[in-house]
């Protein structure tokens, strides 16, 4: 509660100094954004409370001011990330954006804003970066003699297909060089955006050279809206599915991640909901609570679905041998335990009754090809930071 500052005839009366109360204002979720808080992230020396002095006092019971969003140049001199990981299919994969604006709660991205300085709570959000150069670094990357084509993914990090890609449009320039090259990418995307690229999308597709998978975590428009406020309303995203087929782009639902006791009982209705738009396969994730990402998503249980935090977070705990996260390889993303096995037959199930299977990323490696000229030196960028 913020303090009450009182007044006389002759001077402001702050009352008992040596008694003073805490001014430290608590966090209060913020309308059109997913994190409560701005904690520091854990690279930074301390912790920077939000205290009222006493001379601009909100009522709590009014909306904070809107918080904008910035966009900065990410000045990378490479473009394609490389993993080793067993939990994950793919090789390769880039992001065009750093931060994303989407706001999930519940992305595993977040932590990778405090490398920036930032906080993984609103910051991630708010304080967004793009890569120009994507498009000319990618393709100085594939015309190196050695190297090998492999499927690329994009949106395995943050979203390639946010808001700011409507101004930027860095993913449509990626894909017209992944065309242009002949070389197979999987995306991964929970807005209905990427139907602006649908003819790239259906020429590639026309070639095997591209897999869509649409992300829906919930089919309640009320609890997406405060869980991922700026993403594509989940009736969109069904739509996207069967525009996008209907195109012959082939896709598959997400259903990612489940959140045991708040989203989970959802899985078969959001399958049913995909498969009927047009979804070819399906695939899953557990909820993932590392680093940073718990405490953020405990201040959005408390501030969205305080009678189900308890139990949110104790299925939670089920699922990971006690710990509200456990990092190890193999069970990170589907958990372990009944209650995660009983997630994973429930998903089986559910696809095996419609008749589809996993999300296939097999694609056509063979009409990779460098297509003739020589890769384009990158531009020189004065302006070296924007707002949106």
């Not at 002759?10 to 001014?23: E, H, Q, R, V, W």
């Not at 939000?50 to 001011?65: F, I, R, S, T, Y």
């Not at 189900?308 to 299925?315: D, E, F, G, K, Y």
Request: with cysteine.
């Amino acid at each position: 509660m913020s303090p009450t500052l009182r007044t006389s005839n002759s001077c402001f009366d702050f009352g008992d100094l040596t008694s003073a109360p805490d001014t430290t204002l608590p966090a209060r979720a913020r309308k059109g954004r997913g994190a409560v808080s701005n904690h520091a992230g854990r690279f930074e020396p301390g912790e920077r409370p939000l205290e009222d002095d006493g001379w601009l006092l909100q009522d709590e019971e009014n909306d904070q001011p809107p918080l904008r969003t910035t966009v900065s140049l990410d000045t990378s001199k490479s473009i394609i990330s490389r993993n080793d990981s067993p939990d994950v299919p793919f090789y390769q994969s880039i992001n065009p954006y750093r931060g994303c604006e989407h706001g999930c709660i519940y992305c595993f991205a977040r932590p990778t804003h405090a490398y920036l300085g930032h906080s993984p709570g609103l910051d991630f959000e708010s304080r967004l970066y793009y890569k120009p150069n994507a498009a000319k670094l990618l393709e100085k990357e594939l015309r190196r003699p050695a190297y090998r084509p492999q499927l690329i993914a994009l949106g395995t990090n943050t979203d390639p297909y946010q808001p700011i890609e409507r101004r930027y449009r860095i993913m449509r320039s990626i894909l017209q060089v992944m065309s242009d090259f002949q070389h197979p990418i999987g995306i991964t995307t929970k807005s209905a955006n990427i139907l602006r690229d649908l003819d790239l999308l259906t020429s590639l597709a026309r070639r095997r050279l591209v897999h869509v998978a649409i992300s829906v975590t919930t089919l309640n428009g009320d609890l997406a809206r405060s869980m991922e406020p700026r993403a594509s309303a989940p009736h969109r995203r069904i739509a996207a599915i069967k525009e996008l087929t209907g195109a012959g782009v082939p896709v598959s639902i997400s259903v990612a991640p489940i959140i045991p006791g708040l989203t989970d009982p959802e899985i078969e209705t959001i399958i049913a909901a995909g498969i009927k738009a047009g979804a070819r396969g399906v695939n899953w994730i557990l909820l993932r609570l590392p680093l940073e990402i718990k405490g953020l998503f405990e201040e959005w249980l408390q501030a969205h679905a305080p009678d189900r935090a308890s139990h949110v977070l104790n299925l939670m705990r089920e699922c990971h041998g006690g710990q509200i996260y456990s990092s190890t390889f193999g069970s990170r993303m589907r958990g372990q335990g009944p209650y995660a096995e009983m997630i994973k037959q429930r998903v089986e199930q559910a696809a095996k009754r419609h008749g589809v299977g996993d999300r296939d990323w097999r694609l056509d490696l063979s009409r990779f090809r460098a297509p003739a000229g020589t890769a384009t030196q990158p531009d020189l960028f004065s302006a070296f930071g924007s707002s949106d």
